[in-house]
């Protein structure tokens, strides 16, 4: 991009402004880009933070009911909150595995509890058979007193 012309001013006064202010507000530009940098960083960190507690909270309402909650967290969130992996259980064999969420062809805003009917055990598909899967919670940890 070419940069913005500036015709010169005829006064001399004007001309000794605009020879002035125009290397301020290079300079001003790299500041402001600077500062937004910092602040876009510490908002992605905040909003990872807030996707793990997410993703610790619907664990711990899973944890208490005992079966996975409606709504749930998206893939996106849970991925981003530092949970890319789902466990699940078969519901016929009862073996239980790993699911890697970002290798899942789903779309990311995808709810975590919708994918329980989708995914499905790869020992009971050789065999012929498509039970649905169920999403198991992670053990529940002590949480420490303060």
């Given at each position: 991009?070419?940069?913005?012309?500036?015709?010169?001013?005829?006064?001399?006064?004007?001309?000794?402004?605009?020879?002035?202010?125009?290397?301020?507000?290079?300079?001003?530009?790299?500041?402001?880009?600077?500062?937004?940098?910092?602040?876009?960083?510490?908002?992605?960190?905040?909003?990872?933070?807030?996707?793990?507690?997410?993703?610790?909270?619907w664990n711990e309402m899973m944890w208490a009911d005992g079966e996975p909650i409606?709504?749930?967290?998206?893939?996106?969130?849970?991925?981003?909150?530092?949970?890319?992996?789902?466990?699940?259980?078969?519901?016929?064999?009862?073996?239980?595995?790993?699911?890697?969420?970002?290798?899942?062809?789903?779309?990311?805003?995808?709810?975590?509890?919708?994918?329980?009917?989708?995914?499905?055990?790869?020992?009971?598909?050789?065999?012929?058979?498509?039970?649905?899967?169920?999403?198991?919670?992670?053990?529940?940890?002590?949480?420490?007193?303060?």
């Open positions: 991009m070419a940069p913005k012309y500036h015709p010169t001013p005829l006064s001399g006064g004007q001309r000794k402004a605009l020879r002035k202010e125009l290397p301020a507000a290079r300079a001003m530009t790299g500041i402001l880009a600077a500062q937004s940098d910092e602040m876009r960083s510490k908002g992605d960190a905040l909003i990872r933070r807030a996707d793990r507690l997410l993703c610790e909270s409606d709504p749930s967290l998206t893939i996106e969130q849970a991925a981003n909150g530092g949970y890319p992996w789902l466990q699940i259980e078969c519901f016929r064999c009862k073996t239980p595995s790993d699911v890697d969420l970002a290798a899942l062809r789903q779309e990311p805003t995808t709810f975590v509890h919708d994918l329980a009917g989708r995914l499905r055990c790869r020992k009971c598909a050789q065999a012929g058979r498509r039970p649905a899967a169920t999403l198991l919670q992670r053990p529940r940890q002590a949480v420490p007193e303060t």
